[in-house]
């Protein structure tokens, strides 16, 4: 544990929870995109499963567990209870050309060929592109509300200060994960256009619109 690594761990947690509460009090999945929700609580659930096999400590089993339980309530929450608020129109994007490349990636290039770290390797290549059908709604829609840009800045900077917790480990411990550390760069290189927009338009008060 080091302080990007924590830093990482609440923005995240602070992402799931600003949608959450999105969701919850607007009684509205209106500007959040399904098809993403559906791709992150199948990264949480292939990677996660270790919980089943392998201890680190509280915190770590804890984490672990809100993540996959977030996901699924999310997942809940826009396709059951607020099903008829759900935007099925602009949220089009092919889930199937991101779960299939990812998959065979996964067992092309891992760690070691088990089904624990194929799948924990699918996970990360997954999570590096889970956002695309987020934005491109956002793009279809032409803008986003300010609580759902703000749950994008969040989720955008958990994997941008993971990213920095890699590269302290590397410094610090001299260890290093390649597939995580570039699964990671290129989801925050999907991230920088988004945040370019956060930082000059939302937080000056302003809507956050996304070229079509």
């Not at 989720?155 to 411990?173: D, H, P, T």
Request: glycine share 4%; with cysteine.
């Amino acid at each position: 544990m080091n302080i990007f690594r924590l830093l990482a761990d609440l923005s995240h947690l602070l992402a799931i929870i600003i949608l959450l509460l999105k969701i919850w009090k607007t009684r509205s999945c209106a500007g959040i995109s399904g098809k993403s929700q559906i791709l992150f609580s199948i990264v949480y659930t292939t990677r996660y499963l270790d919980l089943l096999t392998t201890f680190v400590s509280p915190y770590n089993t804890i984490m672990k567990i809100v993540f996959v339980a977030a996901s699924y309530a999310t997942v809940y929450l826009m396709y059951v209870k607020f099903k008829a608020t759900y935007d099925h129109n602009h949220d089009t994007f092919r889930i199937e050309f991101l779960l299939i490349p990812s998959l065979i990636l996964a067992l092309l290039i891992n760690r070691e060929f088990t089904l624990l770290e194929v799948l924990w390797t699918f996970s990360i290549y997954l999570e590096s592109v889970a956002i695309l059908p987020q934005l491109f709604l956002v793009s279809k829609t032409g803008e986003a509300e300010s609580i759902t840009s703000h749950y994008l800045f969040a989720l955008g900077s958990y994997r941008g200060l993971y990213i920095l917790n890699w590269l302290y480990r590397y410094i610090v411990e001299d260890h290093y994960e390649l597939i995580a550390i570039v699964a990671g760069v290129v989801q925050t290189v999907l991230y920088c256009d988004f945040f370019y927009l956060y930082i000059t338009k939302v937080l000056k008060g302003k809507k956050l619109q996304l070229p079509a």
